[in-house]
C-alpha cells in the first residue's frame, strides 16, 4: 500500500511550531482585511488555479469524476469562504452585552481573540473540504496554523502542500505530510487548539495527548448514522436522495446513511426503487461507469469485502450487487437484507458503499435500538408526518438530522455541523467554527468609581444593609 512516509523528525516539527508562536502576534493584530485578503487567495486558488490539479488529484486517488469533485470538494470550500467573507466583520466586532445595574458605572463586551497555534488533522475520504474548511476557520479568526492531511492520499495531500506553499509562507500556515508518526509528533507539542477529523478511536487518543497540555480540541468523528423511512414516506423521492447519498464517494462519507430502518409495509417498494436508481445513476456495468469512484486502498477494499461476507456466512441475503475486486479497489453498491445484528457490518462504520435494511413494525423498536448504540454523527428521517419526525427527533440523539433528505445538513454554513460524545466533540462551519478557534474574551470595563468598591472591606453593619440592597440590583 502506497502511503505518505514520515518526512520530518521532532526536531523539526518543533522548529515550525516555534517559528509560528512568535509570529502568531504578528498575525492576529493584522487588520480584518488582511485575514480576507488570504481567504480570497485561497477561494482563488480553489476555484481558478488549482481547480484542474484537484480534480486530477482526486481522479489519481480515488478515480473520481470531476463533477463529484466539484460539488463535493471545491463547492464546500468556495461556499464557506463566500459565507466567512460576508459574516467576518460582524463576528469580529466587539460586542457590547449588559452590565448589571450593581455595577453603575461600567460596560461590558466580548473580544473573540484567536487562540493562537493551531494544528489541523484531516482524514483521507475528503481531503481537500476536510483540510480547508476548518483553515478557513483558523485564518477567519486569525489563528497560525499547521495542517496534517491524511497519507493515504498521496496525490491529494501532495497538492494540498503545493497549494499552501503558494499562498502563506510557513510561520503563517504550513503542510506537514506523514503518517502516523508525524501526528504523534505533532500531538506532543502544546497547540492552543486542535481540530481533529477522522475515527472516533484516533479521536480517543488525540484528546488524551490535547489533554496533557490543556488544548482545547474540536473532534470531527464518524460512526453510523441510521436512516428511518417511516410508513408515510414517499419512497420515490426517498430511494433517490438515499442512492445518491450512501453511494456517492463509494460510501466513503462519515455521514452517509449507514443503515436503514425501514416500516415493513415500504420494504419491498423500497428495495425496487433504491435498484431503479443505481441503475439510472451508475448504469448496468457500474464498474465501468465514471460516476462511481474507488475504494482508497486495497486494505479498506478488503475490510469492505469481509463485513459483506461476514453478513453472509450470518444469514444475510444480498438484494443486489455483492461483487468486490480488491485488486480493482472495487466495490460494487450493495444492498443486503435479513441481517442479524450481531453481525460486524451493524457493528461498526461500514465507510463502503454497502446498504443494510432492516424492516420495522413499530417505531419504539428502531427508538429503542438507535439509543442502544453510541450517538451517530447523523440521523435521517423520512416521512410526511410532522409528529412522527418529532417524536423521532425528541427521543433520540445525534450531531445533525435531516428531514426527507441526507447528508445535505452539511453543505449550509448557518448549521453547526458536528457530532455529539462518540461522533464528535465541538462543531464546526460558518460561526461555530470560528468559535471552534476563537477564545471568546470578556473584557469589563470601569469608567467611573462603581458601587462594589463601597462594599469593600473593612465590614460593618451599615455595610451589610448595603450588601443586602445590592444584592437586589444584581
Ligand atoms: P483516522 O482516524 O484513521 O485518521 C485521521 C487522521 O489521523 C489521519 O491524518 C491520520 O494520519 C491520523 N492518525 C491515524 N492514526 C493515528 C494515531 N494513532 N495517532 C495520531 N494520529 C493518527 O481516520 P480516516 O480513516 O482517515 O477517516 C475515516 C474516519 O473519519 C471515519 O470514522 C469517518 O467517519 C471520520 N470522518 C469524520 C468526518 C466528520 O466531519 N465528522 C469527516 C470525514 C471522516
Known sequence: MEIIKDTLSLKQIQALFNKQKENQFKIANKPISERRKKLKQLKTAIEVTFKEEIRTALYNDFKKHASEVDLTEIYPIIGEIKYVLNHLKKWTNKKRVTTPIAFLGASSHIQYEPKGVCLIISPWNYPFSLTFGPLISAIAAGNTAILKPSEHTINSSQLINKIIKSIFSEDEVVVIEGAVETSKHLLSLPFNHIFFTGSPNVGKIVMAAAAKNLTSVTLELGGKSPTIIDETAS????????????????????????YIFVHKNKKEELLVALQKYLNIFYGDNINKSDAFPRIVNKLH??????????????????????ITSVD?????????TNISLDADIMNQEIFGPVLPIISFKEIKEVINYVNSKEKPLALYIYSAKKAKVNHIIKNTRAGGTCVNSNDIHFFNSNLPFGGS??????KSHGFFGFQSFSNARSIYNQHLPGALEMLMPPYSNFKQKLIDLTIKWF
Open 328 to 336: 480493482d479497489k472495487y466495490v460494487q453498491p450493495t444492498i443486503i
Open 421 to 426: 460524545n462518540n461522533s464528535g466533540i465541538g
Open 301 to 322: 477494499t478488503e475490510r469492505i469485502k469481509n463485513l459483506i461476507e461476514d453478513s453472509k456466512n450470518k444469514g444475510a441475503k444480498i438484494a443486489f450487487g455483492g
Open 235 to 258: 419512497i420515490a423521492s426517498t430511494a433517490k436522495r438515499i442512492v445518491w447519498g450512501k453511494f456517492i464517494n463509494a460510501g466513503q462519507i462519515c455521514i452517509a446513511p449507514d
